[in-house]
Each structure stands twice: as C-alpha cells, then as structure tokens.
Nanobody, 116 residues
C-alpha cells in the first residue's frame, strides 16, 4: 500500500534552516508528481511546493518563493523540502502528498516550529 513518511521537523529560530524528507513506498515513485502542504494552527491546509515526476518543473507558493526548495531523489523514493530563512509564520505541520490512481495520499506530517 502507498505510504508516505515525513521527517526532519523541529524547533528552529527565525532565520534558520531545516530540511524535510518524505520517504515514499508502495508505488512507482518516479512516475508521480509530489507535493508539500502545510497547515498552521487554526488555518486551512495550503500547498507549499510541488515537483514533477522527472523534476522537469517545480512551483512554489508566493509566501515561500526564494526561501524554500523542493527536490526529489527517484533512486531513494524520497522528496525533500529545503527551508531557509524561516519565519515564525512558517510554523505548521508539513505534509507530503501524492495522487495515485485518482486517490490522494498523505503522510502523518512533521511539525515545524519557528520561534526564539
């Protein structure tokens, strides 16, 4: 079955960096686009970044453009989110996502807290 497992979250000071990872299994990873979403307390889940299956394109929410970078390693079935210049408003649970055979799959999420 499809599984997505995020890791790499934690507490970081404003201006700091974190790299999130999402390990995928149960499907042919290299054939599918991948996405990172986040959900802050009291807010709706929002799309942060997405990447095509062959890394032909990547796109970003305006709020993270220039600070976050999405990447993938198809040999390791893993998608990454490098987050630099973090701000308190980046505090959220971060989820990776994919759609396989019209079914949406989500990981359990990893918490990122940006605070002094």
């Amino acid at each position: 079955q499809v599984q997505l497992v995020e890791s790499g979250g934690g507490l970081v000071q404003p201006g700091g960096s974190l790299r999130l990872s999402c390990a995928a299994s149960g499907f042919t990873f290299s054939r599918y686009p991948m996405k990172w979403f986040r959900q802050a307390p009291g807010k709706e889940r929002e799309l942060v970044a997405d990447i095509s299956n062959g890394w032909e394109y990547a796109s970003y929410a305006d709020s993270v453009k220039g600070r976050f970078t999405i990447s993938r390693d198809n040999s390791k079935n893993t998608v990454y989110l490098q987050m630099n210049s973090l701000k308190p408003e980046d505090t959220a649970v971060y989820y990776c996502n994919t759609r396989v055979s019209l079914i949406e799959y989500w990981g359990q999420g990893t918490l990122v807290t940006v605070s002094e």
